[in-house]
């Protein structure tokens, strides 16, 4: 690794301590917000439902406006998702505006549209993080997402990003061959990325639990990135098993999901709640949502709004409660790669 990169790691661990510091202190403020730019998106894995195949960017005007209130809001982290980010014409000065902020900026894509160029752009706009989840090694019918078409995206990566890259496999979800995750991580960790792994339930809605084959490549792959995996492997284990877990959602608290339209809502599976403008959403929303008990909790498998509300797993219990009813229920399969994106 260069010089350069090895300082701006350690410069970003530093800021990422402080905010970890600063959530620890106060809980006034949202600790991360997903935010789309745009709906569309160049591929359509059969398993999602958060994209289109028409949708125009959010102009940019509007997404820095944006930016600027989730940063008054005193947001620590501001991942951009989509729909498929990279589509968005104006998504380095949107990456610059979230570090104007001084929040730390995260992406997540499929990866199709890296060049070295445009890894370049990414690094000069300051990129803290970059997730890409790989679902198989040879693309097939449910998705192009594929070892296969992306090795040499990663190969561009690993010479040009000077952000954070972690993959994520997956298992589940109708992936074929559940080993394709194990391969994918190897690969993953011998291009010097982070990786980590997720499950996508299908079926009728529900938890349940890994089949066998899923599970000793489950197994294997948390061995190999068991650093990723060591604080939250209760959570993760538990939805393995098909079992629920008791937790206190701070969806609408510490995590925000900021639509394509500009409104918050709790998170990708559910839209809807409490579907307040960005721009109205104050400081008492984020407080009165710290607050409230989600029903749909017990079984919730979005792992990172799990891992943002564990940093208040300790205080404040909930009280006033609210069980969302959008069109998707918790438990729903997990479809894409935001539920899946790790703080590392
Ligand atoms: S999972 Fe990602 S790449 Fe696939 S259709 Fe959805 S947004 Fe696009
Ligand atoms: S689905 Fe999960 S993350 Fe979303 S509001 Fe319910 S408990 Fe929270």
């Not at 402080?18 to 202190?25: F, K, M, T």
């Given at each position: 690794?260069?010089?350069?990169?090895?300082?701006?790691?350690?410069?970003?661990?530093?800021?990422?301590l402080?905010?970890?510091?600063?959530?620890?202190?106060s809980?006034?403020?949202?600790?991360?917000?997903?935010?789309v730019p745009?709906?569309?998106?160049?591929?359509?894995?059969?398993y999602?439902?958060?994209?289109?195949?028409?949708?125009d960017?959010?102009?940019?005007?509007?997404?820095?406006?944006?930016?600027?209130?989730?940063?008054?809001?005193?947001?620590?982290?501001?991942?951009?998702?989509?729909?498929?980010?990279?589509?968005?014409?104006?998504?380095?000065?949107?990456?610059?505006?979230?570090?104007?902020?001084?929040?730390?900026?995260?992406?997540?894509?499929?990866?199709?549209?890296?060049?070295?160029?445009?890894?370049?752009?990414?690094?000069?706009?300051?990129?803290?993080?970059?997730?890409?989840?790989?679902?198989?090694?040879?693309?097939?019918?449910v998705?192009?997402?594929?070892?296969?078409?992306?090795?040499?995206?990663?190969?561009?990566l690993?010479?040009?990003?000077?952000?954070?890259?972690?993959?994520?496999?997956v298992?589940?979800?109708?992936?074929?061959?559940?080993d394709d995750?194990?391969?994918?991580?190897?690969?993953?960790?011998?291009?010097?990325f982070?990786?980590?792994?997720?499950?996508?339930?299908?079926?009728?809605?529900?938890?349940k639990?890994?089949g066998?084959?899923?599970?000793?490549v489950?197994?294997?792959?948390?061995?190999?990135?068991?650093?990723?995996?060591?604080?939250?492997?209760?959570?993760?284990?538990?939805i393995?098993?098909?079992?629920?877990?008791?937790?206190?959602?701070?969806?609408?608290?510490?995590y925000?999901?900021?639509?394509?339209?500009?409104?918050?809502?709790?998170?990708?599976?559910?839209?809807?709640?409490?579907?307040?403008p960005?721009?109205?959403?104050?400081t008492?929303?984020?407080?009165?949502?710290?607050?409230?008990?989600?029903?749909?909790?017990?079984?919730?498998?979005?792992?990172?709004?799990?891992?943002?509300?564990y940093?208040?797993?300790?205080?404040?219990?909930?009280?006033?409660?609210v069980?969302?009813?959008?069109s998707?229920?918790?438990?729903?399969p997990?479809?894409?790669?935001?539920e899946?994106?790790?703080i590392?």
């Open positions: 690794m260069s010089a350069r990169r090895r300082w701006k790691a350690a410069v970003r661990k530093v800021r990422e402080a905010s970890i510091g600063r959530a620890l202190v809980t006034g403020h949202p600790y991360m917000a997903q935010i745009m709906r569309r998106c160049n591929l359509s894995c059969t999602c439902n958060e994209y289109d195949d028409f949708s960017p959010v102009p940019l005007d509007e997404m820095l406006r944006r930016i600027d209130h989730l940063g008054r809001l005193g947001t620590s982290v501001i991942t951009i998702s989509g729909g498929e980010p990279l589509l968005h014409p104006e998504l380095d000065q949107i990456i610059a505006r979230i570090r104007r902020t001084g929040a730390i900026a995260g992406m997540i894509t499929n990866g199709y549209l890296l060049m070295p160029d445009r890894i370049q752009r990414l690094n000069r706009a300051g990129l803290d993080h970059m997730q890409i989840s790989i679902d198989n090694v040879m693309p097939d019918a998705s192009k997402k594929s070892l296969k078409v992306l090795d040499k995206k990663l190969q561009m690993a010479e040009h990003a000077e952000f954070h890259v972690n993959i994520n496999s298992v589940g979800g109708g992936i074929a061959n559940p995750a194990r391969v994918v991580s190897e690969r993953a960790l011998g291009l010097g982070s990786s980590t792994i997720g499950i996508i339930h299908d079926g009728g809605g529900q938890l639990p890994l066998d084959a899923e599970r000793v489950w197994d294997k792959v948390r061995n190999m990135t068991r650093r990723s995996y060591s604080r939250f492997n209760h959570f993760q284990e538990a393995a098993n098909g079992e629920t877990n008791d937790w206190r959602c701070r969806a609408g608290g510490r925000l999901y900021v639509c394509e339209n500009g409104l918050v809502h709790y998170c990708s599976q559910q839209r809807g709640y409490p579907a307040v960005l721009a109205e959403y104050t008492a929303d984020v407080k009165r949502e710290f607050v409230t008990e989600k029903g749909c909790a017990p079984g919730c498998t979005i792992s990172c709004v799990h891992q943002v509300s940093i208040d797993h300790w205080r404040a219990p909930q009280s006033d409660s069980t969302p009813g959008g998707h229920k918790a438990g729903e997990k479809t894409r790669e935001q899946l994106v790790q590392q």
